[in-house]
């Protein structure tokens, strides 16, 4: 599918238009490796909307920083295994992630609006299957990665060409963590009512097992925590892209 991209002016971070539409978010009952605060599965309508084609790199993230030399730099900045230019920036906590999301214009996507890009209309464990071996093609896991991040876009993407949805890092979203989807917004708004302290994170890791790689797996993390394995990409809804100038009308 040939998508249409915008680019940011700072650090030339790349999004893709991701036409909006109706999915049902959550895993079925019986899918394998579920676990029971991804259900019940609901109906959700999310807008036309921009997602970052891939993770923000520690060369994106540099640039951020060095016209903020009041941001804390990453916990694992000076880590040889995780601070090459293209490999996604870890340890950053989910405060240090919006700032650089204001910094470009964009903010951290809605966990609805994630889990509708990173499906790009599947319904399998993966956006492209089911199988392990399903994974491999797309994503860094425990059976692949060798214990560390990797360049991001060395795998295959997903249909609305986005990568490393799966594997690699786990991404922080903006809501807030539920341990169930009753009530959640059939809307692709976000998700803040409620007392939780802890943020989602989606997607997957290196380290983990494929099991929590799946486009459904969610799972709860302290805000304030830096963590070698959590990174981040950025969204903008379609509107907001084309009022700044960021994306033609």
């Not at 994106?60 to 090459?84: A, C, I, M, T």
Request: proline fraction near 7%; glycine fraction near 12%; include cysteine.
């Amino acid at each position: 599918m040939d998508m249409e991209t915008i680019k940011t002016k700072k650090s030339g971070y790349e999004l893709v238009k991701i036409p909006g539409g109706t999915f049902m978010m959550g895993s079925p009952k019986n899918e394998k490796g579920r676990v029971h605060y991804e259900g019940p599965r609901h109906k959700v309508t999310v807008p036309d909307f921009y997602m970052g084609k891939y993770l923000v790199t520690n060369k994106q993230y540099g640039l951020f920083l060095e016209e903020h030399p009041d941001v804390r730099k990453p916990y694992f900045w000076d880590n040889s295994d995780f601070n090459r230019p293209d490999q996604p920036v870890v340890g950053v906590r989910k405060m240090e992630a919006g700032l650089f999301g204001e910094w470009e214009g964009l903010w951290l996507p809605p966990e609805s609006q994630w889990e509708y890009a990173c499906r790009a209309g599947s319904a399998t464990r993966y956006y492209n299957g089911n199988t392990d071996e399903d994974l491999d093609r797309i994503g860094w896991y425990k059976n692949n990665s060798g214990g560390v991040t990797h360049p991001v876009g060395q795998k295959e993407p997903n249909v609305f060409g986005l990568f490393d949805m799966l594997g690699n890092a786990f991404e922080w979203v903006i809501d807030l963590f539920h341990d169930h989807y009753h009530g959640a917004p059939d809307d692709g708004m976000p998700w803040f009512e409620g007392f939780s302290i802890f943020g989602v994170i989606r997607g997957g890791a290196f380290f983990v097992e494929s099991q929590f790689c799946r486009s459904a797996f969610r799972s709860e993390c302290r805000p304030d925590l830096p963590i070698d394995h959590i990174g981040f990409r950025l969204a903008v809804p379609a509107w907001f892209a084309e009022e700044s100038g960021l994306a033609k009308a």
